[in-house]
């Protein structure tokens, strides 16, 4: 099947750090990625790592993989008011290349 | 690098009418990518392009189509539209259609159908 899952919504303290889940189903899939889509704005590619490797990290944000649960987080350390946004979990197929997205994950960072 | 542009960016169309929305990729990219987000259905792919040829579709109606241009510029169409077609439309480009290639998304157009 092909269905990419988050959670909607997720409140944080600015500083706190923030966690972002998805699951997935495809066990083929090569490469997932986390986009970030501020209002009115498109998406962001933020981050994304490949299906061999547990874990990623770039400055603030750390992307963990667990392929026998297919559960994938992003972490940002030291949330800022800046980080509010809608964040997607997206994964590609094979060669296909084509997105396949979760929901999206709504993050509000309170000052 | 001018980034993913597209064009218009706000449309309102009545139902039964046809659309055409515009993407430009960035320069050198070959792919274009459309995707329809609704807040039903989320994030949904289209199609693909790449040197003018359709190498990928996505689950839509005949209704949508689309084509790209030999300078990599893409157009999608709709006709016959249908209040579900409310949706931000986005394109997204590529370098090539390699196993990994980021995709870069324009800022969307926001068609809304009456």
């Known amino acids: 099947g092909e269905d990419v899952e988050q959670s909607l919504f997720l409140s944080v303290r600015e500083g706190d750090s923030s966690v972002i889940n998805c699951t997935y189903t495809?066990?083929?899939?090569?490469?997932l990625y986390w986009y970030k889509q501020e209002p009115g704005a498109g998406l962001q590619l933020l981050t994304y790592?490949?299906?061999?490797?547990d874990m990623k990290q770039d400055q603030r944000l750390t992307v963990l993989l667990n392929k026998k649960d297919k559960h994938l987080s992003l972490r940002i350390a030291d949330t800022q008011t800046g980080d509010s946004a809608i964040y997607f979990c997206?994964?590609?197929?094979?060669?296909?290349?084509?997105?396949?997205f979760g929901k999206g994950t709504k993050l509000s960072v309170k000052p | 690098k001018a980034g993913v542009t597209q064009t218009p960016r706000y449309l309102i169309k009545t139902r039964g009418q046809q659309v055409t929305l515009s993407c430009s990729p960035i320069?050198?990219?070959?792919?274009v990518s459309w995707y329809q987000q609704t807040p039903g259905q989320g994030l949904q792919f289209l199609f693909e392009?790449?040197?003018?040829?359709?190498?990928n579709k996505g689950n839509f109606p005949g209704r949508f189509s689309g084509r790209q241009f030999s300078n990599s510029r893409s157009e999608m169409n709709v006709s016959t539209l249908e209040l579900g077609d409310s949706a931000l439309y986005l394109c997204?480009?590529?370098?090539?259609?390699?196993?990994?290639?980021?995709?870069?998304f324009g800022p969307g157009t926001r068609l809304t159908v009456l």
């Open positions: 997204a480009s590529r370098e090539t259609v390699y196993y990994y290639n980021e995709q870069f």
């Open positions: 392009y790449f040197s003018e040829t359709q190498r």
């Open positions: 495809d066990s083929s899939s090569t490469y």
């Open positions: 997206a994964e590609t197929h094979g060669g296909q290349g084509n997105l396949i």
């Open positions: 320069s050198g990219h070959r792919s």
């Open positions: 790592i490949f299906s061999n490797m």
